[in-house]
């Protein structure tokens, strides 16, 4: 484990933001696994999981690893991590398609295969639980709409839904893997994003069972191209960013926000900072005004809803899940980080 401070050469603003201290200081800890996959449950223990089929669990600054094999000797990658309060899940993206639970508290933490799926074309993205019970994952499509798996028993079991139940998705629309945060969950609604050919809206109002897609002006049309993150403060405010991942600096049309559940979508700060971002979060007890988004590009944030950014780190990051108000957790290629906002 490494520590190291950095000092903030200018004040974000000068009211009660995070943002406004004078210092942020990083905890790293090495991974030998590129890490888009974590669930915190508080400042002291953290979920992950990553390439090269490693899981484990950062307790108290102590790392303990494991990892899958399958049967022919591969590894899988897992891109998707999710907590019921109970349980770990994680979810492998590639054929097949494997969803594992563990017992996190346990002193060995076994994987117990819940849920597979064979398919040339299978790859999952992200997984998400609106509450002890209901959880939903997303994925490419092996049909002409996005997979979804649904369960209602706390991951025991899980169904995939039927495609006619689903959206139709347009040809050269995908999901990206980047940061498990492409499906969100509050309450009943669940959103899902989508990038590629189309930069689209999934939105279901009553826990899966029916949805209706709108479209977006974020940037779309290339392969790389669309929303790689989202996330809401509440069931009407949310936030999608993204971009062009093969035109990272490129910041024009990849950052929008809502005010009536996804419904319509408004371009913010457009092109201006930041630029490519694969996860965005809203900071805990901020009242949606705050927000963080980070990448390859750096760490980055707002403290007026979206409406302008600063950069606070040129620290490559894939993802971040807050624990409180002052503090994040970070994973990204080989690392996983504390970063702290000082009083």
Not at 90 to 104: Q, R, Y
Not at 113 to 140: R, S, W
Not at 231 to 257: C, L, Q, S, Y
Request: glycine share 8%; with cysteine.
């Amino acid at each position: 484990m490494t520590k190291s401070i950095l000092l903030l050469v200018s004040v974000l603003s000068l009211n009660l933001s995070i943002f406004a201290q004078d210092k942020i200081e990083f905890e790293d800890f090495d991974i030998p696994s590129s890490i888009r996959a974590i669930e915190v449950l508080n400042d002291s223990t953290l979920f992950f999981a990553g390439s090269n089929g490693i899981f484990g669990k950062l307790v108290n600054d102590k790392i303990t690893l494991d990892s899958i094999i399958n049967n022919d000797g591969s590894k899988s990658e897992f891109r998707a991590i999710a907590f019921n309060q109970k349980n770990i899940f994680i979810l492998s993206v590639g054929n097949p398609a494997m969803l594992f639970k563990i017992e996190p508290f346990q002193a060995k933490m076994i994987p117990k295969l819940v849920y597979l799926e064979e398919h040339p074309n299978v790859f999952y993205d992200a997984m998400t639980f609106a509450n002890e019970k209901i959880g939903y994952a997303m994925g490419d499509a092996t049909e002409e709409c996005f997979s979804f798996i649904k369960t209602v028993d706390g991951g025991d079991t899980g169904a995939k839904a039927d495609c006619n139940s689903l959206p139709k998705i347009i040809v050269g629309e995908a999901a990206f893997a980047a940061s498990n945060s492409t499906i969100k969950a509050l309450e009943n609604f669940v959103w899902m994003v989508s990038g590629g050919k189309a930069s689209r809206v999934f939105i279901s109002n009553d826990q899966g069972e029916n949805w209706k897609v709108v479209q977006t002006p974020m940037v779309q049309g290339k392969e790389m191209t669309g929303i790689y993150t989202c996330d809401f403060f509440d069931e009407n405010n949310g936030i999608i960013m993204g971009g062009n991942w093969d035109d990272k600096p490129e910041k024009i049309g990849n950052k929008a926000i809502t005010k009536d559940s996804g419904n319509t979508w408004t371009l913010i700060a457009d092109n201006e900072l930041p630029p490519y971002i694969s996860c965005v979060r809203y900071v805990p007890n901020t009242n949606g005004k705050e927000i963080v988004g980070v990448s390859t590009q750096g760490i980055f944030t707002s403290s007026d809803s979206g409406e302008h950014w600063k950069m606070i780190s040129d620290r490559s990051f894939y993802t971040i899940r807050f624990t409180q108000k002052n503090s994040a957790w970070l994973a990204g290629h080989k690392k996983i980080s504390k970063i702290t906002f000082h009083e």
